[in-house]
């Protein structure tokens, strides 16, 4: 079992960024992680994903944009999200195996 806190999210302009960060209650040197988003009206979807070796994929939408990364030594996976569009918007979750974050709303808005 492992929990999972999300952290970072916010109000920015279009063109701005924001760092998330998700900690984990345990060690997740072995663990793929994954962050994923949830707008309203809309199914959940992955964003972005690190495995436990480093190998990263991203959602074609935010390629180029978002960058992924892991601290194994503090528990921590961060997203990085720059060039912030309004469809950005939404609920960003930490996923590591089934178990899942409370979520961190993020709102690109003018």
């Known amino acids: 079992q492992v929990q999972l806190v999300e952290s970072g999210g916010g109000l920015v302009q279009p063109g701005g960024s924001l760092r998330l960060s998700c900690a984990a209650s345990?060690?997740?040197?072995?663990?793929?992680m994954g962050w994923y988003r949830q707008a309203p009206g809309e199914e959940r979807e992955l964003v972005a994903e690190i495995s436990s070796n480093g190998n990263r994929n991203y959602a074609d939408s935010v390629k180029g944009r978002f960058t992924i990364s892991r601290d194994n030594v503090k528990n921590l996976v961060y997203l990085q999200m720059n060039s912030l569009k309004p469809e950005d918007t939404a609920v960003y979750y930490c996923?590591?195996?089934?178990?899942w974050g409370q979520g961190t709303q993020v709102t690109v808005s003018s």
């Open positions: 345990r060690s997740i040197f072995s663990i793929n």
């Open positions: 996923r590591a195996f089934n178990y």
